[in-house]
């Protein structure tokens, strides 16, 4: 594990000593009032007060500050090292919109948030007192879920969560590239929710509609936070040449200390965040060659684009308008099939689809090719618990609430938006636990 760990440094550094988060954070403007707040806490999905927990850091206090980010974010150690925050909180900066660098708020929020789980500013949390609410079971342990249970717990509510897994924090444990964040501070944050009186199940697979059952007997709510299926594979012929992986898998044994040589040559069929992830990663694991293979043009691409600059800077290709129609190879990999498309006239939508181009075959010679165009909806769901609906893949809920076609089911995260970042699960996760709590007031669930 640890000669691969080393391989990954870190993109997001931590900051060494209070003395240089004080400095960092005292370049903050501390824009904001009651009533126009800071530009980068209106960006935070999560709502964390960011002026806040900055102003906490820059007066000496890293306790204070991580108790401001814990109060929206119980999972705010782990969003400081994964959130996209270029386009969110630092690409809110009035520093930046001035031509100066925007505050590191990210680097700031784990300084903080590792002093209390990590350093000498660690406490033993108290359960919150009162009278109680009701019992919600929170299926799964990702950070929406986690989120949630948090949430849920401050309001009263006696909660359970269960996992499937050995572990908590679901894709950010395990397909999160490793120069983002490996483990920690899940497993803290997840102890800390436990102090404060979350049950937490692992290993307990939700996996069935008796399973649901037994769930529905014995609480009053139950939240969904499943993420999304197994990775979407390619039905093209070669699929099961030695090779040829599928990227959540390829990264969770990476993550692992399991990583399996790429050889020289990398393709990387997609253009999600995924898929970049993968090619920076191959890159690190020694591969000269990285080339990510993509059926449409940069300005579709659903991958953030200072993530696509940022990979090509350190080298990955881009075939753009590609399309891969097989592998090639005996009893192993040794290229990719292609074929050049163009896309279509916008339609109705205003999605423009791509079109091969007869004559353009050609084979990409590659050692390794790793498959990263998305994962399967969970849609089995809508046939263990009754009202659930699914539209183009996504779980339908109230916008507003969270609250799905059932009204004791709340959900959020990948299953709900089809796929986006750590901090808007746990923005899904808190919504529908407010909603929860304001539900229960109203009814009088109490116990």
Known sequence: MQAVRSRFGELRPALRNLGEAAVEAERCLSCGDAYAPAPCAVACPAGIDVPGFIRALSEGDPGRAADVIFRDNPVGGSCARVCPTPVLCEGACVLEHEGERAVSIARLQRFATDYRLLGPGASREEQPEGPRLGRVAVIGAGPGGLACAGELNALGFDVTVFEARPAPGGLVRYAIAPYRQWQEPLDEEADRLRRRGVTLRFETPVDGPQALRRLEAEYDFLYLGVGLGEDEALDLPGRDLSGVDLALPWIEQLKAGRAAAVGERVAVIGG????????????????????????????????????????????????????????????????????????????????????????????????????????????????????????????????????????????????????????????????????????????????
């Open 272 to 447: 999600g965040n995924t898929a970049i992830d993968v090619a920076r990663e191959a890159l690190r694991l020694g591969a000269r060659d990285v080339t990510v293979i993509y059926r449409r043009t940069m300005s579709e691409m659903p991958a953030y684009a200072f993530e696509v600059e940022e990979a090509q800077a350190e080298g990955v290709r881009f075939l753009w308008l590609t399309l891969p129609t097989g592998f090639i190879g005996a009893h192993r990999l040794q290229g990719v099939a292609c074929q050049y498309v163009r896309l279509s006239e916008p339609d109705a939508a205003g999605h423009r689809r791509p079109e091969a181009l007869p004559g353009t075959d050609f084979v990409f010679p590659c050692d390794t090719a790793i498959s990263a165009i998305g994962q399967a909806p969970r849609r089995i769901l809508a046939e263990w618990i009754p009202g659930l609906e699914f539209q183009g893949g996504r779980l339908v809920v109230d916008k507003e609430t969270g609250r799905t076609g059932n009204p004791r089911y709340y959900a959020g995260g990948d299953a709900v938006n089809g796929g986006a970042t750590a901090v808007q699960a746990v923005s899904d996760g808190t919504r529908a636990a407010r909603a929860i709590g304001r539900r229960a007031q109203a009814k009088g669930v109490a116990k």
